[in-house]
């Protein structure tokens, strides 16, 4: 059985920094790329960072500068650096795991709430 486990929110103050880290387990070959996403209430799902094999990654317009995608492939792990935090980046941050074939593997999601 695959697993995909997010960990790392909570609660944070404008301008303060969380990791957030992923772990993916179980029969997984091998993984292609993996990712962060985020959805914010009444809002659609949207792309903040993926990081594929060889190290290439791509970014949100509106995270640039500020997170950092990482990947540890031995432990099919991967972080995502959030730092100076503003309030419209609370959301429901998601794992993604994609194999490269078949449907990509979600989490089950950890809250980032900026707040004073």
């Known amino acids: 059985q695959v697993q995909v486990v997010e960990s790392g929110g909570g609660l944070v103050q404008p301008g303060g920094s969380l990791r957030l880290s992923c772990a993916a387990s179980?029969?997984?070959?091998?993984?292609?790329?993996m990712g962060w996403y985020r959805q914010a209430p009444g809002k659609q799902r949207e792309l903040v960072a993926r990081?594929?094999?060889?190290?290439?990654?791509n970014y949100a317009d509106s995270v640039k500068g500020r997170f950092t995608i990482s990947r540890d492939n031995a432990k099919k792990t991967v972080y995502l650096q959030m730092n100076s935090l503003r309030p419209e980046d609370t959301a429901v941050y998601y794992c993604?795991?994609?194999?490269?074939?078949?449907?990509?593997?979600w989490g089950q999601g950890t809250q980032v709430t900026v707040s004073s």
């Open positions: 993604n795991v994609d194999q490269g074939l078949g449907a990509p593997l």
């Open positions: 179980g029969s997984i070959f091998s993984i292609y790329a």
């Open positions: 990081i594929i094999s060889g190290g290439i990654t």
